[in-house]
């Protein structure tokens, strides 16, 4: 870790400043706060609505509803409201009648609105899809392009993550939009960048925080928040995390690991004995009894599960919650390392690890799961092959037939040449799996419009 890190400040995390509406900034809200603001703003998005037609991991439902991206959004923001208002009550006994206390009050707000957004820039197919993306260009047929990007750019491609996406998704100026994008607060987007850092950072993991497009707009925010940057090579970016970071993570990582474990219980992938054993493993001794005496007057197998799952959603928001206020000066001064479910008490930290060596078992290589993968990446790569070739080719009649269906927000026609790829990543990152599935069809000529 870098030496001399300075400490950041709550009273200059939490900022209700506007990115790009800067000029026009309110210290003094009216009932609402922008923070409040920020989140009936993407509930009314059309990318926020789009996620209902994304896949979270099971494929979208039949007679068996699951969730998708929509549905854990709304999850996420829900436990992430929780475990705020649980750090919130750890927290101002510190700050008592200060500046910083008034400011500490509204991390639920920011971090409720973080976490519906944090999917946001997530392509169609679950975490498949940005896979998919990111090796079309690597190994597949968009490889021609590296001798004709920077190596910036490149890495933006073949390292395609959906958290760089979001943050581009709430800020970019598409076209016909205005400037700031979303024109979000500065709180809130900095709260969903989980991986501070440039692409060409990113490693074998394919993680990290914004485009080559986006940099200035990170830092303008980090230096507005005053968020530390850290040592990095030449031409490359590295921040420490907004504290807020952590709060959005683990809602996410409580959501996805219950729920996925929920859902598989639904399509009868993971039998019921199997999951009340497991969540059971989350409770102390002397509630794990009573609960299970509770279980024996629940008939319904779903019920059971339902059940145990909002006591380990409950222990969960509350471990974290501890382990957050316990680290607060860590995490102030960048030198907290890992999730805050990494620093959970013992019984938690392991009943946690052993739902994921489950969900690996049984979930995430399923057959069902693999075959949504198999597709979507078919699909994906498909539809980037044609958009790719008809933005290089712009001559061609097929190409300006095929570019007059994009959305006009993507600048597919503008004359830089990754100005236009990143358009077409755009354009098929923001699809839905019905859309892309459609697309698909009608450009393989397998279906046709109705006459």
Not at 85 to 100: H, K
Not at 135 to 141: A, L, N, Q, R, V
Not at 276 to 285: G, K, M, Q
Not at 319 to 337: I, K, M, T, W
Request: charged share 25%.
């Amino acid at each position: 870790m870098d030496c001399a890190i300075p400490k950041m400040e709550w009273t200059k995390l939490i900022c209700d400043k506007r990115l790009g509406m800067e000029d026009f900034h309110d210290p003094h809200p009216g009932k609402r706060t922008d923070f409040q603001r920020d989140f009936d703003r993407l509930v009314f998005s059309s990318p926020f609505r789009r996620l209902q037609n994304k896949t979270q991991v099971f494929p979208l439902p039949g007679s068996i509803f699951v969730h998708n991206r929509l549905t854990h959004s709304l999850e996420v923001a829900s436990v992430g409201r929780s475990l705020s208002d649980e750090i919130i009550s750890r927290l101002l006994p510190r700050y008592q009648g200060t500046p910083q206390g008034k400011a500490i009050e509204s991390i639920g707000e920011i971090v409720a609105a973080g976490c519906l957004a944090h999917d946001m820039g997530n392509p169609p197919f679950g975490h498949s899809g940005e896979k998919a993306i990111a090796t079309f260009f690597s190994e597949g047929p968009g490889a021609f392009l590296q001798q004709r990007l920077t190596p910036a750019q490149w890495a933006d491609l073949i390292h395609f993550e959906g958290n760089a996406n979001a943050l581009r998704v709430l800020t970019h100026r598409f076209n016909g939009r205005r400037a700031g994008g979303f024109a979000m607060t500065y709180s809130m987007l900095a709260s969903i960048v989980k991986y501070p850092y440039s692409s060409g950072l990113s490693g074998m993991k394919n993680k990290f925080g914004f485009f080559t497009s986006e940099r200035d707009t990170y830092r303008k925010i980090a230096a507005e928040l005053g968020i530390p940057a850290l040592d990095a090579p030449e031409g490359e970016m590295r921040y420490v995390r907004h504290p807020l970071v952590y709060i959005v993570e683990a809602a996410d990582d409580i959501c996805y690991e219950v729920m996925d474990i929920e859902d598989a219980h639904k399509l009868k992938i993971i039998p019921t004995s199997d999951v009340i054993e497991h969540f059971l493993a989350f409770l102390p001794e002397d509630r794990r009894e009573r609960t299970a005496r509770r279980l024996e007057s629940l008939a319904d197998p779903n019920e059971k599960i339902a059940y145990l799952r909002s006591g380990v959603i409950g222990a969960l928001v509350s471990g974290c919650a501890q382990v957050f206020a316990d680290n607060e000066e860590a995490l102030l001064r960048g030198e907290f390392s890992g999730r805050l479910l990494g620093h959970l008490p013992e019984m938690l930290k392991e009943a946690y690890a052993a739902c994921d060596r489950l969900s690996w078992a049984k979930i995430y290589r399923a057959k069902e799961v693999v075959d949504v993968e198999l597709a979507g990446n078919r699909i994906i790569s498909f539809l980037l092959e044609k958009l790719v070739h008809a933005v290089c080719n712009p001559e061609l009649n097929y190409s300006r037939l095929l570019l007059s269906q994009v959305p006009e927000q993507y600048d597919v026609n503008s004359p830089d040449l990754f100005t236009q790829v990143q358009a077409v990543v755009d354009h098929v990152s923001a699809m839905t799996d019905v859309y892309a599935l459609d697309l698909f069809r009608k450009l393989n000529g397998m279906s046709l419009p109705a006459v």
